[in-house]
């Protein structure tokens, strides 16, 4: 068996178990994290649960909370099996634990010290073999740059979230198992940066593993004594006395950064928000290694990092919060018709009692008729009462925030949901058949004792969250995602007018739509499901100077066409800021029309089912349109 | 004769079910409970009680007044005090044998004791379903508080009926006694054996057991076992008492 040198083993009976850790033993503070375990049975057959036990917050601040991500093991004789986690590790205060279970009982346990294992720095991964020294001081300085094993690499896109770069040979993405892949092309897919490289051996970039990121055509090498196009990319020309290969290559759907000679040498590949960088030359070998402009070429590449897309409703948990509890659907039963039925039973009842005292108790049909009033009234409460409260005892309710870029038939999701229970309850959420990024937003309650907060359960078809939630409390859970959402829009500048249409093809109708364009705000109105809308905006409308009064009566209008409380609610806390905010990063954008409009419904991640009573959800759309320009 | 306390008041119960002070001092705690859950019926909204994790008192405040309330009566009861203790009463009540001292305890006074605790706690049962279910209380532990309340009651009434037997009807030592050990099982087990302590386990029902970390498990099992035993041996020393009694009485 492996030892994974970087994180730890345990060993108990005839099974052993190995763990790594992050990206060669390093992981990024308060970002998702690979992790995995590889365990070894040299005993009978086993069939057990994998726990790892990730815990957080403060015994000062008294909210500690520990996660749960647990996998089904069943272990033949003499085999042995590598199990892959993706788990959120925001301190390190708190060792990590690792345990094997079986009905109940720990058979193997671990406990992993964080202190030495985690960055504040954002990562550089580096995929490849005979990584120089050389190399790794000419990357950027504000990175910590990690060279981990392929087969270490998430099996998650998440599982990316504290990297910010990788450079990886493509050879290496070759040897990539599928779901590896998938998380890798998911992690691009969501902003991430990749730069690639093929060397000498060029035939990896022939296989489909990298033909889904670069569809390359090869048209053989190129023999160059120096790059000149290198001055104006990095300010330091290559020369190099021995002859070196650049790969004469054509990629589709790409742009060349830098070209010699009619050669793309640098190549960018745009995919979903993310970048992938193509490099024809082998930047671990000569000349590359000894250049003085090494530094300065990272740099520079580092520099056409893809940029987060704007997302104005994002970081708004600490307002939504209170108004998704503000909407839970329950209440206490009326307290006049209660006391009016006690009092019906009290009057009955003395008046039973004052006749069978007066007759001495020796009257069974007055016996009879208390028996019945006793046993009718409180079987009526029983029912009225508890029958009512068992129903509506767990309800939820969600709140969405959803980004289209174009036409991209996708929306980044973040989705909020809130449990509200006012008996013990357990909750399972089922995610089938991705898996997600979920976690708990902190609750605010002080607590003494560790408590569970919630326990992730990986299957072959996704993942199911259990959660426990105490009587008289609330629990709210974030998971990001991506879903399917037919939208379809263009915006074109022509010469007389802004010309805008929209197709909701999604299963919601969008309402109270607004349309952000240079400073200027005009209301779209609603988009309902299967229908366009189109409009138009005039140039000499466009030029106007955009009116301060404007920003007051939108929020007004906005309020007042509002259909529900939770969404008059949502926008009257947050319209404001999100206009400021949007107005703001798109004042003096041309190419950008940006729309945001509500949906008066629950946009779940699919899948997810929750098994409790619906409150009211909404959702927030945010759509940013490029402008065409035909004037 | 035999559970003609049920239908019959006589002189020689020691305290029927519809005797006249019995009767009224049963159905006004009733009044006087649902007062109290006036008092305790949640002020605020519910959802308030969810955003700040606090739980209701209607529970607590009432299933705890309620077992206190039916644990004094059965203190009383058992002590003979609901007969009326003025000069003549006393006079025309002296050299009285009461059917429970002249029945083997278990199968008469026994059996009587259970069945009027349990009387007395079905007339406030819409009262309990209905601050139960407000304040969340599953069904199980809804029972398992019942459980509670019957065996406080009842170990007050058999103490209590032992405190009779031993020092008689209206006497201080009695009356001392049974108010001294009403205040050590609700008040001071608290300090020194809190799993026998009746406050203490429905207030674990109220808050959930997780919210204590010293607390032993099945603290519930604990009470069960420690009350019904002590019950059972106070009904053991009541039947010896009563036996030998009677013993002696015949062979005088």
Redesign the interface.
Known sequence: MVLFVFSGTAISGSISMAYSLGFNGVFKLSSWTPLTVSLENKGPSFDGSLEIIVTRGSEYLRNVKSATYAVEVNLPPGSTKSFPFTILIDTFTHPLKIRLTQGGTTILSSSLNLRSHYSDQGLTVLLGEKITPAFLSSLPAEFKTVVPRAEFLPHAWFGYDGVEMIIANTGIIDSLRERQLNALAGWVDQGGFLILSSGHNYGSLLTPKIQRFLNVDIQGFKKVFQLDSLASFSGHQLKSENPFLILQTEIADAMPLLKEQGIPIITQRKIGQGKIIFTAFDYQDQPFIEWEGNRALWNRIWEQKPQPGFFASKHQDQEIL?LM??Q?V????G?LW??GF?LV??AL??FL?SR??RK???S?RL?AYLAVL?IV??VS??WI??RD?FKK?LTYNSYTRLKVVGNSQKAVMKYTIGF?????AGIKLVFNPDTHPFKAIP?G?LE??T?PSYTLHQTEYGQTAVIPI?????RFFEVDSVIDFQLQGEAVMEESALKLSFKNNTLHDIVNAWLFYTGRSFSIGNIPKGKVRVMSIGREILSRQPSLTNREEILQKTAALAQTPLLRALQNKIMASLFFSIQSHFEQRKDVAYIVGWINAEVRPSGLSPQAVEGESAAILEWEIPVRDKS | MKFDY????EPRHLA???H?RV??V??GC??IL?LL??LF??KS???S???E????LAYLGTFTSIMLVHSYLSIKIGLGEMHSDDYFTRLERRGILLFEEENNFIPYGFIEFILHTLFMI??T???L??SA??S?I??LAFFQSLAVIFTAALICRTFSFLMYLCFGQWSRWGRFFTRLFFAIFFLSTFAFAFFINPIFNLYLFHV?P?SF?KTPENTYFLYILGVTGVILALTLINQIIIRRRNMTRRSA
């Open positions: 209170p509890i503000s839970i329950p209440s206490f039963p307290f209660t006391f006690l039973y009290l009842g003395q009692f069978l005292t001495n108790g020796q069974r016996l006793v009234v409180s409460c029983f009462y508890y409260s005892a509200y229970s006012f008996r013990d609750s309650r003494d004792t408590r105490d009587r008289w409390s609330h | 049920l239908l019959k008041n029927a079910f519809f006249p009767a009224s049963s159905f009733v009044w649902t859950l006036v019926w949640p909204s519910l959802l009680f969810i955003k994790f606090r739980t209701p079905s007339l049962l819409p009262l379903i209905i279910a407000v969340g599953t069904p959930g997780e970390s």
